[in-house]
């Protein structure tokens, strides 16, 4: 696992060993970021069910303002740390050992214009997440949720006001493009 682009790009990240969590292959997150383009320069990203990190620390390798990552998994987020340390101690990452809703519970009225969310696949965590964010408004007005399931996972019950615009499956992953429907697209 590496930071594929950007201002740390080749650089190699820690992986969790086991089983515990499942990292966004570098094809996948490379189409992620192919589609996203430049909405990540200057965001603010949430990484949620974070990981190792890997999809928070390449929005910040390709220059976002700031980048939140939260992990609840003891041994997941000692990684968060490694990898951290790796690039020099980034000043503009934070990273939270925490639930992810007890995160945005505890963060109500901060935004992002970039959020991912990377549950443990078939657990409904994904839709939970959403419908969280939705009515916390952490979402900015034009900003995108990146969405990473299983291929045989649909989202049936997004709220109102947000709509699937991409929709893309790689092997057994899905990665969905979720924004606002009165908003630019991705």
Known sequence: MRIIAGDFKGRKLKAVPGMTTRPTSDKVKGAVFNILGTKVMEAKVLDLFAGTGNLGLEALSRGAQKVVLVEKDPMAWNIIKDNICFLENEKRLFSYKSDSFRFLQQHRGESYNLIFLDPPYHRDLAERAIEALH??????????????????????NLPEMLEVRIEREYGDTKVWFIQGKNTGRV
């Open 135 to 156: 009515f916390g408004a952490y979402l900015e007005p034009a900003g995108v949720i990146v969405v990473e399931t299983a291929s045989d996972e649909v989202f049936d």
